[in-house]
């Protein structure tokens, strides 16, 4: 798909007529309507687009689609509606009022393009320029910043299940990657196996032991027939074999040419894998909220009479620490200028090198003391 890009449309005539008696002067959609939609071009999102190919639809109107279907919390079906029936929408993209909108299916795959050219914060960057030059913005003021938990969205899995769920997804994609070569080498048995996903507690205690020991002698065979020369060398570098390959090594070991559990030992958050359907979510614990996911780091505005407004926000792993956070978040705001004077936080970001840090860069850290749990303390 092609982009083939089109100048801001003008506002329709009956359109603004209708807007301005039914729309209040507050909202957003008039904001973005009246003040906002015409600085954005086509033409600065040409990269992420083939040469060739059918054209797409404007970059510009998904852009502003996607943040309305936040703002209302709609799915992709709802905010695709949305474009055909909601007025303010309409409104905001100077859409005619006869115009029908577009397939839903083309969100997720605007959100797809932006992804893989990493440009997630292409539009942000550039409402956050817009929004400083309406006076929104209040430049070295006060800011917060704080981390949430973004639970992924697989089951939480124990040991056993999670052993025989990374086999099971391996053999899956080797079975739709080398059919041939699955099935001349994966026993026939195994469907019975590993056909289905595993639920621990259905089982009996000795069906259990007997999985455990059946899935780490046969995961083990697995990697040995895949590690064979005669292998295929692009099946050894699939990523649920990766990840299979990586489970096997942080849960079993081989004792005496047997596979067995290994023992418990140190937890290891940074690298141990919880689900092969989200190898990158890793479990963390924040005062009494744990879970598995990732860690959403946002920074607003917090100054008397202004909008709160998002000026930093990220994804980060849910095992780094909020005082390492800090040094990327200070950092990607001073690329954007817009360092505030004052930082208010919680105690996961304060420590001797970040208040260092931050007076260096002319702000104050200002959050609790962190909690001395030394025994001298106590």
Not at 137 to 143: A, V
Not at 163 to 189: K, S
Request: charged residues 25%; hydrophobic residues 35%.
């Amino acid at each position: 798909m092609s982009l083939k890009p089109h100048p801001p449309r003008d506002m329709p005539i009956e359109l603004a007529q209708l807007g301005a008696k039914l729309l209040p002067p507050e909202s957003p959609y008039r904001l973005v309507g009246e003040r906002l939609y015409i600085k954005y071009r086509d033409e600065d999102y040409a990269d992420l687009y083939p040469a060739e190919g059918q054209p797409g639809l404007s970059p510009v109107d998904l852009a502003f689609v996607t943040a309305f279907q936040y703002l209302e919390d709609k799915s992709d079906r709802e905010a695709a509606e949305s474009v055909r029936l909601h007025l303010g929408w309409k409104y905001a993209l100077h859409l005619p009022l006869e115009y029908a909108g577009f397939n839903f299916s083309v969100l997720c795959e605007y959100r797809a393009r932006l992804v893989n050219h990493q440009a997630e914060a292409r539009v942000f960057e550039a409402l956050l320029q817009d929004l400083d030059g309406l006076g929104l913005l209040k430049r070295r003021g006060r800011q917060r910043t704080d981390s949430l938990a973004v639970v992924t969205c697989v089951r939480e899995l124990n040991r056993l299940e999670l052993v025989v769920e990374t086999l099971r997804v391996a053999v899956q994609t080797l079975l739709a990657t080398a059919p041939d070569w699955t099935r001349a080498t994966v026993p026939p048995t195994w469907e019975a196996r590993y056909g289905q996903r595993c639920i621990a507690e259905r089982l009996t205690e000795r069906e259990r032991a007997v999985l455990q020991s059946e899935t780490g002698r046969d995961g083990q065979w697995l990697l040995e027939r895949l590690a064979a020369a005669t292998t295929p060398t692009c099946l050894r570098q699939l990523p649920e074999v990766e990840v299979l390959r990586t489970v096997w090594e942080q849960q079993f070991i081989v004792r005496e040419q047997t596979v067995v559990w290994r023992e418990p030992g140190p937890y290891d958050g940074t690298t141990r894998i919880q689900s092969p359907h989200d190898p990158e979510a890793r479990y963390s614990k924040k005062h009494d909220q744990e879970w598995i996911g990732d860690k959403l780091q946002v920074t607003e505005t917090d100054d008397a009479g202004r909008p709160h407004l998002i000026v930093d926000i990220a994804l980060t792993s849910s095992v780094e620490s909020d005082q390492q956070a800090l040094g990327e978040i200070q950092a990607r705001q001073a690329e954007r200028a817009v360092l505030p004077s004052q930082r208010l936080v919680d105690q996961g970001y304060v420590s001797g090198a970040p208040l260092d840090a931050s007076a260096g860069r002319g702000e104050d850290l200002l959050g609790p003391a962190p909690t001395d749990h030394s025994p001298q303390s106590r």
